[in-house]
């Protein structure tokens, strides 16, 4: 459904029972959450995802020149709040939607019900601060070392976007059927011009936007309970600006994904299933602590892997416990 908000209209679905506690899922198109993804998180959540302005469907204008900013994006998120008569929301934000829910989280505090962020950072694109590790240089010359394809060309669209889904991964991250199949759902639904199709699938209005001014010394004002969950094979926002992330956003948890790159990827779906339902079953302003788990999480995510083989969690995988789960299966993290 197309809803209308701050002179633009965006393109929104939701999953689940509206009576049950929302969830705002943020990436640059809607198929950065899959449906099954949202379909688990949806047993026990009401799910709401969207495309962003000039991308997927909804308004498109220029992502090469846009007339909009970062904030424009913070505001059409709270909007789009307000327009579905969702109150206190719990947000999700994925790569550069991480940006736009630290935002939401910091100026729209009223709204934010817990924050979560997954394989972002806590500054713009552009020069990183020194403390934070920039993109893998080897990762980046590969990645935009090779042809373009052309972007009209469905197939070669595809191609492009599994080989650089190979590189982003991490080693256990790669799954070329999704990987496929996701970049052929994500060709289908934009406009078939070559800037529809590079804002859709790389988002490339955030290195045209403004970002400014900065927010990463304001991390310190968010009050929401926050999870952040990050590979440690990340090539693109290393995995040290999860760190960062978690150092610097008060009584903020860091899950760890082993052998993840960029995104939540199916084999991490169980694990980041259970994350998300427990963290956003925490009452409001409980601190939580880090714990691993070195076994299998055992509710929706569990139940979740049985029925799909596909998504089976393997043991090795890190597991975030809160205060006051079953210390039989913790260790906390110092």
């Avoid at 198929?31 to 026990?44: K, M, V």
């Avoid at 982003?168 to 790669?174: K, M, S, V, Y």
């Avoid at 199916?266 to 788990?293: N, Q, Y």
Wanted: contains cysteine.
């Amino acid at each position: 459904m197309l809803i209308k908000v701050n002179d633009v209209e965006l393109c929104v679905e939701t999953f689940g029972n509206p009576a049950d506690p929302p969830v705002l899922l943020i990436g640059v198109t809607m198929l950065s959450w899959p449906d099954e993804l949202c379909a688990a998180l949806a047993e026990e959540r009401y799910v709401v995802r969207y495309d962003l302005r000039d991308a997927g469907q909804s308004t498109f204008a220029d992502p090469d020149a846009p007339t909009y900013d970062l904030r424009d994006l913070v505001t059409d998120a709270s909007e789009l709040l307000v327009a579905l008569d969702l109150e206190r929301t719990h947000v999700v934000g994925m790569g550069v939607g991480g940006f736009i829910v630290q935002l939401l989280a910091l100026d729209h505090p009223d709204q934010v019900a817990s924050l979560t962020l997954i394989s972002t950072r806590p500054v713009a694109p552009g020069p990183v601060d020194p403390d934070l590790p920039d993109h893998s240089p080897e990762t980046m010359g590969q990645l935009f070392g090779r042809p373009m394809p052309d972007w009209t060309d469905r197939a070669g669209v595809v191609d492009y976007m599994t080989g650089s889904a190979r590189l982003l991964c991490g080693a256990r991250g790669f799954d070329e059927q999704d990987v496929r199949a996701t970049a052929g759902a994500v060709f289908d639904r934009a406009g078939r011009t070559v800037k529809a199709q590079l804002a859709s699938h790389l988002g490339t209005m955030f290195a045209a936007i403004d970002c400014r001014p900065r927010w990463r010394e304001r991390l310190g004002e968010i009050t929401a309970p926050t999870l952040v969950v990050h590979g440690d094979e990340d090539p693109f926002f290393p995995h040290g600006n999860g760190v960062a992330l978690a150092a610097e956003i008060p009584g903020a948890t860091l899950l760890t994904l082993p052998g993840i790159g960029q995104g939540v990827p199916r084999v991490t779906w169980p694990t980041v299933v259970d994350a998300l339902v427990r963290h956003t079953s925490l009452p409001h302003g409980r601190k939580a602590r880090s714990w691993i788990f070195c076994g299998r999480p055992r509710s929706i995510g569990q139940r979740w892997s049985q029925r799909n083989q596909r998504t089976s969690l393997r043991s090795e995988v890190s597991w975030t416990f809160f205060q006051g789960s079953s210390s039989q299966w913790a260790v906390p993290v110092a």
